[in-house]
């Protein structure tokens, strides 16, 4: 069984940083391209950012790019989420999920039904 498990996340001021961390355990983490979807109070999900497997490509959804960068560790079993000059529009629950690359593709909300998901972690970003 597959299990995603985030940790990171935090209240944090206007302009500041926080990495977010997603561990899988049950499969080979190479196996699986990944991704970063956070779902803002009273919107649905929106993907944020997206690796492939080994990591040769990158997806930034427009709201975050320059900000965040996505990154993973195979050895580790680590996908990683960096982001900087964090804004208030930035508050969410964060997931990690696999199967999303088709949202990335196509513009589709992401779908809970679809593949593994983490639990989330709650970044809160204050003025």
């Known amino acids: 069984e597959v299990q995603l498990v985030e940790s990171g996340g935090g209240l944090v001021q206007s302009g500041g940083s926080l990495t977010l961390s997603c561990v899988l355990f049950g499969e080979p983490f190479s196996s699986y391209d990944m991704a970063w979807v956070r779902q803002i109070p009273g919107k649905g999900l929106e993907w944020v950012s997206a690796?492939?497997?080994?990591?040769?490509?990158?997806y930034y959804a427009d709201s975050v790019k320059g900000r965040f960068t996505i990154s993973r560790d195979n050895t580790k079993n680590i996908l990683s989420l960096q982001m900087n000059n964090l804004k208030t529009e930035d508050t969410a629950m964060y997931y990690c999920a696999t199967r999303v690359f088709a949202s990335v593709r196509d513009g589709s909300p992401p779908r809970r039904d679809l593949g593994y998901w983490g639990q989330g972690t709650q970044v809160t970003v204050s003025s």
């Open positions: 690796i492939d497997n080994d990591g040769s490509r990158k």
